[in-house]
């Protein structure tokens, strides 16, 4: 929410500046005549209607679940248990290791995106021959589905047949196969390189995007001051393009924690409950017919992530003061 | 400095690159040669980097033993009609976000950007039971209309920040020459945010033609299903069959890819005008 009064201050300056007429520099608030009142009810209404019915209505009935002892394998008995379903979870023994997991998902998955993410948008950002060409290809894992992703990389971290071995014994790195997806450690490895070969192309479009946007007077300006390649980029290119890149950031830290088609798909939550994370536990309880303990679950996920975004954002606002 | 690039500069440059290209591609290749080997031959060792022997069987197999042009027929129905009329709604409520300082706005965005936050499986078991009661379940319009709600909120918020890029003079002009606002957004606006519609259609496209928990809940029969709930069924086996399934995976990103590469750069564009202003 933060965000969006920030950008709105900001669109405001920026058509106040476009506009030609001086009467517009007030900011634009126009009152409006009853019939727009009605046109504009009317445009926000199919939106508002869907989004209500198919989304909040399942989100919100789905949350009293969670207070609920909601089984489908025992229906008769639907009644308020309070925070049983809380109590639980993290009275389950699992528990700890999920979140260990979860952790390690986001944290393991997102610094190496944005740091080789980072890199190629560097890269990219000088004109070549190719370019566009070069884009549009690095573009592809986007277009596979998380699912899909997962069902390459398990294939590819076969132990038996799979090319990830075949590879690295041939490198001469390992002697023996490596058992990838059959012991835990292994198989948390492969799904978060599964992750991070998906996850860079996004960093270096939305970086790219950022430096694009950095004017080339600057960098001249910090040539002629005799600024080497090392302190123009801490002093120009990383400020310049740091709201860019926290706001990504934190975008993706809410979409990794809630993504669990690749996990689900390579090892769905295996060696032994092993490589869950919080999401794909959400799955396993909801196949196993306990809807109040993964509603508990989901909302323990809107908490922490709202309590994130929060902490987050306080913190990157000082940053944004200073430039 | 800015015309100055090293030799060594260079040379990492073009080994980052290429390095970058052969990592990203390389699973594409890999799935592709694995399905035009011979069934066998795909657990045969050492293992072959280039097909000696090309073999459809795998994909003729897809087609003859299952019911997968079916499936891509639902799929393509699906994602085609949910993302047009995504679109359509999501262009009339990005216009007024965009254009109209109201009460509410901001909570309107806020609504819209919590149903990113918050993990779907929330809402599985009750958007089933509701889906039942209207006897949605295992039907093609259930998950159409569910697929349009799902595309909404990140469709607006995409195609507002292009509205957003379109001075407001546009369509006051068309009005004062007696457009009503409905038209003015459809005669003057949309023809010059093309680019940034495709965008987000073929961003909602790519979503609903690869989506997976909601039609793996909602739908079961063979004649309604679509891709995703066929390869998801490809695991539930212990024994997974990476020949169809390899098969199955090349036709599925096939198109999507053919879209990306084509439109590659509205994408870039729909999805980095809005984050980099703000």
Redesign the interface.
């Known amino acids: ?1 933060t ?5 709105k201050g ?2 405001r300056t ?1 058509t106040s500046g ?1 506009a030609p007429e001086p009467h517009t520099f007030v ?4 009152k ?1 005549s009853s019939r ?1 009142g009605w ?2 009810l009317a ?2 209404a ?3 209607i ?2 209500a ?7 919100i ?3 009293q ?1 969670a207070f609920r002892h ?1 089984n489908l394998n025992d229906l008769s008995d639907t009644s308020w248990i309070g925070l049983d379903n809380f109590k639980a979870l993290f009275e389950n023994p699992e528990f700890g290791t999920i979140v260990r997991n979860t952790v390690v998902w986001v944290v393991g998955s997102l610094v190496p995106q944005v740091v ?1 993410g980072f ?2 948008a560097l ?2 950002k ?1 004109k070549f021959r190719f370019r ?1 060409g ?16 997962g ?6 971290f076969n132990a ?2 799979g ?1 990830v071995n ?1 590879l690295l014994m041939k490198t001469g790195l390992i002697d023996t196969p490596v058992p990838w997806l059959a012991s835990p450690g292994f198989a948390m490895t492969a799904i978060i390189v599964a992750n991070i ?1 998906y996850g ?2 996004f960093f270096a ?2 970086i790219l ?2 430096l694009q ?1 950095v004017s ?1 007077e600057m ?2 300006a ?2 002629i001051d005799g600024a080497g ?1 090392v302190r ?1 980029f801490f002093s120009i290119t990383l400020p310049a393009i740091s ?2 890149l926290g ?2 950031i934190l975008l993706r830290v ?2 990794i924690f ?1 993504f669990p ?1 690749i996990i689900w ?1 390579m090892t ?1 939550g295996g060696p032994a409950d092993q490589t869950h994370i919080i ?1 794909t536990y ?2 396993k309880i ?1 196949q196993e017919g306990d ?1 109040g303990q ?2 508990a679950l ?2 323990i ?2 908490f922490t ?2 309590l994130f ?1 929060v902490f987050y954002l306080m913190a990157m606002r000082p940053r944004k003061a200073k430039q | 400095m800015i015309d100055k690039q090293t030799t060594f500069g260079r040379v990492s440059k073009i080994v980052f690159l290429a390095l970058s290209l052969v990592v990203t591609v390389f699973p594409l290749y890999w799935i592709v040669v694995t399905s035009l080997k011979a069934p066998g031959a795909i657990y045969e060792l050492p293992l072959k980097y280039w097909p000696t022997e090309v073999s459809f069987e795998n994909y003729i197999g897809l087609f003859t033993k299952s019911d997968f042009g079916q499936y891509m027929v639902n799929s393509l129905l699906v994602a085609t009609v949910a993302a047009t009329v995504a679109t359509l709604i999501s262009l009339l409520s990005a216009y007024v976000l965009a254009r109209f300082q109201f009460a509410g706005r901001g909570a309107v965005m806020a609504a819209f950007l919590l149903t990113q936050m918050i993990p779907g499986f929330i809402a599985l078991g009750p958007l089933y039971m509701m889906m039942s009661k209207f006897d949605l379940v295992d039907s093609k319009t259930g998950l159409i209309l569910v697929y349009i709600a799902i595309c909404i909120p990140f469709c607006t918020i995409m195609l507002r920040g292009f509205f957003e890029n379109v001075p407001d003079a546009l369509e006051e002009a068309a009005m004062i020459d007696g457009c009503s606002r409905l038209s003015a957004l459809f005669r003057v606006l949309v023809p010059v945010m093309l680019p940034g519609i495709a965008a987000s259609f073929i961003f909602n496209f790519v979503n609903c033609w690869n989506e997976l928990f909601l039609s793996v809940t909602l739908m079961n029969s063979d004649e309604n299903k679509t891709i995703p709930t066929a390869l998801a069924g490809f695991i539930s086996s212990f024994n997974i069959d990476w020949g169809a399934m390899s098969a199955a995976a090349v036709l599925t990103v096939v198109p999507t890819l053919a879209i990306f590469a084509f439109a590659s750069k509205f994408i870039v564009q729909g999805l980095t005008a809005g984050a980099v202003k703000g």
């Open positions: 929410m965000v969006e009064t920030q950008r900001r669109r920026e476009a900011p634009r608030k126009k409006f727009t046109t504009m445009f926000m199919p939106a508002a869907f989004v019915i198919f989304t909040y209505y399942p989100m009935s789905g949350s679940m909601w080789i890199a190629l890269f990219l000088r566009s070069y884009q549009a290809f690095i573009f592809f894992p986007w277009a596979v589905s998380g699912f899909l992703i069902m390459l990389f398990r294939w590819m038996e047949f090319v075949d070969w860079v192309t479009i939305m995007a950022a946007s080339d960098y001249e910090a040539a390649k123009t709201v860019t706001l990504t809410i979409w809630n088609d798909a769905g999401t959400m799955i909801t809807y993964a509603s989901g909302l996920v809107v992530l709202m975004a």
